[in-house]
Nanobody
Framework: VQLQASGGGLVQPGGSLRLSCAAS????????MAWFRQAPGKEREVVTV???????AYRDSVKGRFTASRDSAKNTMFLQMNSLKPEDTAVYYC??????????????????WGQGTQVTVSS
């Protein structure tokens, strides 16, 4: 299984970025998929989850600004990030939970991880 995250970069506050996570070796729509992030000196935290059913869940601080989606034909998921803030600065990781655990916000439930992509929000 490989998860390849991309799309990070440097953006000004209020700007937008779109992250991608291309999967191989597993089928996205049969697993729970998530985006996590980790800022320097902080613990890794969940950003959003796309359940195998297609439903989504977001952490409160990104609701209304971030949108998760997937393209089953391309076996790729996306994270559209709008109205970015400096506090969104982090390395963003995609992850897969092949057991479809209920505790979707618990990073310990995730079996496979991408390599991370840096998002920096700064003027």
């Amino acid at each position: 299984v490989q998860l390849q995250a991309s799309g990070g970069g440097l953006v000004q506050p209020g700007g937008s970025l779109r992250l991608s996570c291309a999967a191989s070796g597993l089928t996205l729509n049969r697993n729970n998929m998530a985006w996590f992030r980790q800022a320097p000196g902080k613990e890794r935290e969940v950003v959003t989850v796309i359940r195998w059913s297609g439903s989504t869940a977001y952490r409160d601080s990104v609701k209304g600004r971030f949108t998760a989606s997937r393209d089953s034909a391309k076996n790729t998921m996306f994270l559209q990030m709008n109205s970015l803030k400096p506090e969104d600065t982090a390395v963003y990781y995609c992850a897969a939970d092949v057991n479809r655990n209920v505790a979707i916000f618990d990073l310990r439930q995730y079996d496979y991880w991408g390599q991370g992509t840096q998002v920096t929000v700064s003027s």
